[in-house]
């Protein structure tokens, strides 16, 4: 059932009352969104990061500050890009203090041994050699390759959402993947 | 070493690009390009899938309900800070910098700590005036009186030309005073009054050094050099009993 209020603009208490109104029209508004992008947010970060814990965590805490950050968004049709972009960048932060951290630890601990063939098969050695050599490509090439990944995204529809040319797109893709190749090569 | 020319353009044919007509060509009569071809393909491929699949993971089940939940909180905070009249950090530390800064202002009247430029009038003026100036003994009892009749614009008696220079409309201060202890004044009274008549003497004592420096190096026609020899008149002793006289005017 709607809710229906009475309210006198101008009087002190309507006007905390009308403010409440809007904040919680707000919120509604961002709770609509946060249903379609939320996956979206975490697949960004999961792209990033090596883990899927950690990526719920930068998931969560991007949507979190796009929810503090909701009310000053003026064109509000580009959330989806705004949400992506905020988490990609938390995502790289988390990635390279996970980084230095984990060369922190490496200095202090005894070498691990040496795995076999059969361990590197298991593990996924592929994957984890995708991982550094996706490290090491320029961010832009890197939310491209990503987004592309992604199911459903066509080029037009990465090349909205980055705000960049389709042409733009292709060439990054082209050359990212080519770059990818060569360290995996 | 024929198929070097074609690597680049294999590579962006296996990444999905099509091959121009050359490449085909060699494609069809040379085996090992063939395969090195599908090795490249299958490495796409292998980089693809592997990218897929990390992007079609799903969070847990309880995701956003734990996202929806925070932003829950969040609200309910934002809602608390507003109604307690909470002022964020920020505007505090702002309106901290703004108050040390005036204070810093009031503190600091940048006017008053600035020298004022002298002027070659300015600086000469009182060199002739210590020998012309009847009054200079009352110049000498007590600079603070001078600067107060100046401070107040108060001109009851004949006053010298410097002290009617409205306080805003002067460069730098035209008289030479000189800060004396109380008991001393007397004994420095009577060294200005037995000055008096020596106008050289006189002007070497209240000129500037650097200007008699300046002087003495550029030769100026005109102006006559002064010894320190002459800073010292025969009559002038200082066990001299005080004239009294002096004191009173």
Redesign the interface.
Known sequence: MQEIALIRPGHPTDTKLVL?LE?TAL?RE??ER??EC??LA??VA??VLRS?PD??DV??EA??QA??RFPRLRDRSRFRAWLVRITFRLALDQARSARRREQRETLWAVAPPRPTAEDLAASGE??RR?ERAMETLPEKSRLV??LS???GHSREEVAELLHVPVGTVKSRL?LA??R??EK?? | MICEKYRDAL??AA???PPDRALADHLEACTPCRATQTR?QD??T???D???A???????AG??A???A??AD??QK??AHKQSGWIPMWAWAGAAAALALVLVVIAHPWGRLRPPPITAEGVKAPALRAHESPAITQSVRGSAEHSRTQRHGRLDSPQPLYAQIPVSNQTASLEPEVLVPPDEAKAFALFVARLAGRDAMAEAVVRPAVEKAVERNADLPGVPSVDLADLQPDSLRWNDPIDESADSE
Do not use: C, N
Not at chain 2, 54 to 60: L, W
């Open positions: 409440e904040q919120r961002f709770e946060l249903g939320g996956t975490f697949r999961r792209g899927a990526a719920e998931a969560q949507m979190l929810y503090r592929f994957e995708l390759l990503l990944a992604m199911d082209h993947r080519k990818l190749a995996l090569r | 590579i962006d990444a999905g690009e490249e490495l796409f292998a980089i693809d592997a990218l897929r990390s992007m079609s993971e799903t969070p847990r995701f956003l734990k996202v929806h925070q932003i969040e609200a934002q809602d």
